[in-house]
């Protein structure tokens, strides 16, 4: 019943800003922490950062950490991954996810996923 669906997704260069967002239904959005990962080809699903039910509480993988900023509006049920200094290597199809449970940082964490957006960073 819930549905994940992100958007702004693009192409940029190298050194520039792309905001996504991913916009939750189905159930009550407040109840759930959510995340944000990427994968690029040949690679693993990748933590990118997560974000509380409350939102007081952010947590960042060490590559992103200072450059991405997640942000969530509950009265909306949005969630938002600002990315500034855009590097090639964060080049991936970036997907949010919820959970009902505890936050993590690996992908079995999340029960919900969305169908993810494609960002390009050219250098």
């Known amino acids: 019943q819930v549905q994940l669906v992100e958007s702004g997704g693009g192409s940029v260069q190298a050194g520039g800003s792309l905001r996504l967002s991913c916009v939750f239904s189905?159930?009550?959005?407040?109840?759930?922490?959510m995340g944000w990962f990427r994968q690029a080809p040949g690679k693993e699903r990748e933590f990118v950062g997560n974000i509380m039910w409350s939102g007081q509480g952010t947590s960042y993988a060490d590559s992103v950490e200072g450059r991405f900023t997640i942000v969530r509006n509950n009265a909306r049920n949005t969630v938002s991954l600002q990315m500034n200094s855009l590097r090639p290597e964060d080049t991936a199809v970036y997907y949010c996810?919820?959970?009902?449970?505890?936050?993590?940082?690996?992908?079995?964490?999340?029960?919900?996923w969305g169908q993810g957006t494609q960002v390009t960073v050219s250098s």
């Open positions: 189905g159930r009550a959005f407040s109840n759930y922490g």
């Open positions: 996810a919820a959970t009902s449970g505890l936050l993590g940082t690996t992908a079995a964490s999340y029960a919900y």
